[in-house]
């Protein structure tokens, strides 16, 4: 990890969970990371705890709405001025709505889409950008998928989820094999994880808590730290080395 010190990472939905994770580790280990929410006070929080800690990097705070893609802009043009670029984009935002394919809202499914495939090209492709201005040839686009895009599941509750994540699949392909057509060592990498214990169950499930619990407790889940670990695992690669899917699971799930 000693090249990213100093280095300006963006993470997306950095206020709870994987995210907050990721930018935690990435402080830690001396990047100045960019935590984008649409509410940052938990981001402001961990920033201060960052700084408690003696951490050598910096946490900045920034209230993005990624289903907005002006709002998306306006935050790549701030740390385009701010900060000068992004060389690393963790691409860690995303939501479920308990919408199945037979019954569910448009809307949800509209807002998945917002969220889990176009924020996140949107971001690669600014991102992308930003690093070819400023010629970074060793910049690093992680997505954070899920083992949802490799397998459906027999549950309705999040069968459009899982499309938006085999999306991600998809996207994470073709965004490497762009990169290698255009000649650079931008390296793009999926890691997808199995059940991890934060709290999207329970925005899933936001009617029914009990049901969101018993999704936890029904295995000994991944921690939102495993997926840090794995990030920092795959940005401290050689520069020559891509790593393309990191598939994590608790060791007791069997599908």
Excluded at 71 to 78: D, G, H, K, R, V
């Amino acid at each position: 990890m000693e090249r990213w010190k100093g280095r300006v990472a963006l993470v997306t939905g950095a206020s709870v969970g994987i995210g907050a994770a990721v930018a935690r580790a990435l402080v830690q280990q001396g990047m100045r990371v960019v935590g984008c929410a649409r509410n940052v006070d938990k981001i402001e929080k961990l920033a201060a705890e960052c700084q408690s800690a003696g951490y050598s990097g910096t946490l900045i705070p920034y209230k993005c709405d990624l289903s907005n893609e002006e709002e998306i802009l306006s935050m790549f043009s701030a740390i385009k001025t701010l900060h000068k670029g992004v060389d690393v984009c963790i691409n860690n935002a995303g939501l479920a709505h308990n919408e199945p394919l037979l019954s569910g809202k448009t809307e949800g499914w509209r807002n998945m889409i917002d969220v889990n495939i176009l924020a996140l090209s949107i971001c690669t492709r600014e991102a992308y950008k930003s690093m070819k201005e400023r010629n970074v040839d060793d910049g690093h686009i992680i997505n954070i998928n899920s083992m949802s895009g490799h397998r459906v599941l027999p549950n309705a509750d999040v069968h459009f989820y899982s499309a938006t994540k085999y999306a991600v699949t998809a996207l994470t392909e073709g965004i490497r094999q762009e990169l290698r057509e255009a000649n650079t060592h931008i390296r793009a990498t999926c890691i997808s994880p199995g059940l991890v214990e934060t709290e999207f169950a329970f925005r899933l499930h936001n009617s029914d808590p009990e049901k969101a619990a018993s999704v936890y407790e029904s295995i000994k889940c991944l921690k939102a730290e495993d997926i840090a670990s794995a990030v920092t695992y795959v940005l401290s690669a050689p520069p020559h080395v891509q790593i393309g899917d990191v598939q994590m699971r608790p060791v007791e799930q069997v599908s």
